[in-house]
């Protein structure tokens, strides 16, 4: 009997201190797009996306995969940059999102990496490339804000990857 009540104090506490867990689609299908610089590749990332610092979890759940969206907006970022015989390969795509209630609780900011090769001309060259990006959230829309929020830190963030990645792509294609 202590058992039974116990485990139905425990799982009360849990329900009172914000238990929900929310799951929102994120839909990525503009950032996409067919045949973008098929010189480079991206694989790797989370299936979803939690959201910390809110009063409860929230996952994002973006269609199609985050690598996909990165893949397709680093190719048109990097474009200009395309050299004869240029390959450029990324893997362990990592992205975290958080808010900070006290110092900015309208803002979510994304933390984004990729591990990179680039092959060019016989050289080669690899990098880690890491980049924070933040965009303001609409007030009172409630959870779906932060998932319309990720097309703008996904653009935002392959262009400080993209930004990065030119100086390497410099060095190695010249």
């Known amino acids: ?18 238990g929900e867990n929310v ?20 694989t790797g990332g989370a299936d979803k996306l ?31 940059s395309y050299e004869q015989d240029l390959v450029v390969t990324c893997s362990s795509l990592t992205t975290s999102l958080r808010v900070d209630q006290e110092k900015s609780p309208g803002n979510v900011s994304m933390d984004l990496g990729l591990h990179c090769a680039i092959w060019a001309h016989g050289f080669e060259a690899t990098h880690d490339y890491k980049t924070q990006v933040s965009t303001s959230v609409a007030g009172g829309v409630g959870d779906q804000a932060y998932a319309e929020a990720l097309p703008k830190l ?21």
């Not at 139905?8 to 849990?14: D, K, N, Q, T």
């Not at 797009?33 to 480079?40: E, R, S």
């Not at 910390?52 to 680093?74: F, N, Y």
């Not at 935002?156 to 990065?164: S, Y």
């Open 50 to 80: 939690d959201v910390r610092g809110l009063d409860h979890k929230l996952t994002l759940e973006p269609s199609p995969e985050l690598a996909k969206a990165m893949q397709s907006q680093l190719g048109a970022q990097l474009t200009s």
């Open 23 to 42: 799951h929102a689609p994120a839909s990525l299908g503009a950032l996409v797009q067919p045949g973008t610089a098929p010189w480079l590749t991206v």
């Open 154 to 174: 996904l653009t935002d963030g392959a262009g400080g990857i993209a930004e990065q990645m030119r100086g390497d792509i410099r060095k190695v294609a010249r």
């Open 1 to 18: 009997m202590k058992r039974f009540l116990l485990t139905g104090a425990v799982a009360a506490l849990l329900a009172a201190c914000g």
